[in-house]
């Protein structure tokens, strides 16, 4: 997973099998920035909420506060100040 600049605007979230190649596929529009994974879903910051991505697909905002510097450990993901989930 990993989020790239597209035409100039949007940190548009994509995905790529590393072990057998092809092509990237965007998985999120969103204005993706400090991507995460737990080993199930992905979690990002994406304007001034965090979203959530299911291995099914689905995109949920989970928490309206706003973050930065998402970092995930020990099962809790953290911000710069303290354990949000």
């Known amino acids: 997973y990993y989020n790239s600049v597209s035409y100039l605007l949007n940190n548009d979230l994509y995905k790529i099998n590393l072990k057998n190649g092809g ?3 965007r998985i999120s529009t969103n204005d993706c920035t400090d991507v995460v994974f737990d080993g199930e879903s992905l979690f990002f910051i ?21 973050a930065d510097n998402l970092r995930y450990h020990d099962g809790y993901i953290y911000d710069s100040c303290a354990i949000l989930f």
């Open 23 to 25: 092509e990237a596929e």
């Open 46 to 66: 994406a304007g001034n909420s965090i979203h959530q991505i299911t291995q099914d697909g689905t995109e949920v905002e989970i928490y309206t506060k706003s």
